[in-house]
């Protein structure tokens, strides 16, 4: 049976490079829920560390560090979902922690820079891993890729 000219084309979905098909909404769940939860931590841990260290609560903390391998979790799924193959996935997550990273390193400067006491332990440590993160995907981004072509 043939469809008449007035009916509209089914929709093939997203067509991936390796031929495949996919319809699916979870896409629309697992990227930007991938985004928020690895971001979130950047954002908030600062403040829990630095901004008011005395009411900081370890409960709080530790469900902020747990968001960020579920956030990690969902990228990695969602870059599958997006682009048909696994490949790829480990820059996407290497680039989300290195801007999770930036955003503890800022926004901790910012608190530093109006007087409050950066404590060694945990912001100390946190601090020079975000730092960690940030400079190796600087040097991943720029100067690896110059002397390592990898497609």
Same mark, same amino acid.
Request: hydrophobic letters at 50%; glycine letters at 8%.
């Given at each position: ?75 990695? #799924?969602?870059? +599958?979902? @997006? ?13 989300? /922690? %290195? !801007? &999770? ?5 800022? #926004?901790?400067? +910012?608190? @530093? ?13 946190? /601090? %020079? !891993? &975000? ?21």
């Amino acid at each position: 049976m043939r469809a008449s000219a007035t009916e509209a084309p089914q929709s093939l979905g997203r067509i991936y490079k390796n031929g495949t098909r996919s319809n699916s909404k979870l896409l629309y769940l697992f990227i930007p829920g991938g985004v928020i939860f690895s971001f979130l931590p950047g954002l908030c841990l600062p403040i829990s560390y630095v901004g008011h260290p005395d009411a900081s609560h370890p409960a709080i903390n530790a469900v902020l560090f747990a968001m960020l391998p579920v956030g990690l979790t969902f990228s990695a #799924i969602g870059h +599958r979902m @997006a682009r048909g193959e696994w490949k790829g996935v480990s820059k996407q997550l290497h680039a989300q /922690l %290195a !801007i &999770s990273g930036a955003a503890f390193m800022l #926004i901790t400067a +910012r608190y @530093a820079l109006t007087g409050v006491h950066v404590r060694l332990y945990p912001a100390g440590l946190v /601090l %020079a !891993i &975000s730092a960690f993160l940030l400079l190796s995907r600087l040097y991943m981004k720029f100067s690896a890729h110059e002397h390592y072509l990898w497609p």
